[in-house]
């Protein structure tokens, strides 16, 4: 079981920048697919973005698409999730997740099919 530790989050300004980071303690960080999530205060947690073990496949939520990119790099244990364009309504405690798969290709979607969380980082975009 890996453990998750987010950073990179902090206060920005609409159509900013940040890159969020989750580095995962262990040797098998390449046999877990790996997601982001979010939570707004008096929101249900949702699906940001997900990546496959290798990297090859990912899937974001719609209300990401062209402004967020996941990424993993296996070496490091680190999975990445890079925010352009940052909206008010992206502000949210961002949680990485973890699920050790089979499958290469696989990526998760929803939060229940990821079974380790890291702590969060809160990310705030001011208008």
């Known amino acids: 079981q890996v453990q998750l530790v987010e950073s990179g989050g902090g206060l920005v300004q609409a159509g900013g920048s940040l890159r969020l980071s989750c580095v995962a303690s262990g040797r098998t960080f390449s046999s877990y697919a790996m997601g982001w999530f979010r939570q707004a205060p008096g929101k249900e947690r949702e699906f940001v973005a997900g990546?496959?073990?290798?990297?090859?496949?990912?899937y974001y939520d719609d209300s990401v698409k062209g402004r967020f990119t996941v990424s993993r790099d296996n070496a490091k244990t680190t999975v990445y999730l890079q925010m352009n364009d940052l909206k008010p309504e992206d502000t949210a405690v961002y949680h990485c997740a973890a699920s050790k798969v089979q499958l290469t290709i696989i990526v998760l979607r929803t939060a229940r099919e990821y079974d380790t969380w890291g702590q969060g980082t809160q990310v705030t975009v001011s208008s």
């Open positions: 990546i496959s073990r290798g990297g090859f496949t990912t």
